[in-house]
């Protein structure tokens, strides 16, 4: 994800850049949402108005923050798997 986010934000003039406090900001939304019992597939940003055509962003833009609220999601499931098993 890093590089993604790299070749992105030097994109230019091509996208709005979204910047990496707005990033933690979606990881930290995904990881409550899984606290909240929300699945993967509830991620907002499939819903419609928050794509690129409503939105305003570039596909790389929408596709990070995607995979942000995905890997936040994740980072809560994995922590949750950790302390089934202490």
């Given at each position: 994800?890093?590089?993604?986010?790299?070749?992105?934000?030097?994109?230019?003039?091509?996208?709005?850049?979204?910047?990496?406090?707005?990033?933690?900001?979606i990881?930290?939304?995904?990881?409550?949402?899984r606290?909240?019992?929300?699945?993967?597939?509830?991620?907002?940003?499939?819903?419609?108005?928050?794509?690129?055509?409503?939105?305003?962003?570039?596909?790389?833009?929408?596709?990070?923050?995607?995979?942000?609220?995905?890997y936040?999601?994740?980072?809560?499931?994995n922590?949750?798997?950790?302390?089934?098993?202490?």
């Amino acid at each position: 994800m890093l590089r993604r986010l790299i070749s992105v934000l030097m994109a230019g003039s091509q996208t709005r850049r979204v910047g990496i406090m707005d990033l933690n900001t979606i990881e930290d939304h995904g990881r409550a949402a899984r606290k909240a019992g929300l699945m993967e597939m509830e991620n907002p940003y499939f819903m419609a108005e928050n794509m690129p055509r409503k939105t305003g962003d570039s596909f790389d833009e929408w596709q990070l923050k995607i995979e942000a609220w995905e890997y936040g999601w994740h980072v809560e499931a994995n922590n949750r798997s950790a302390d089934d098993i202490v």
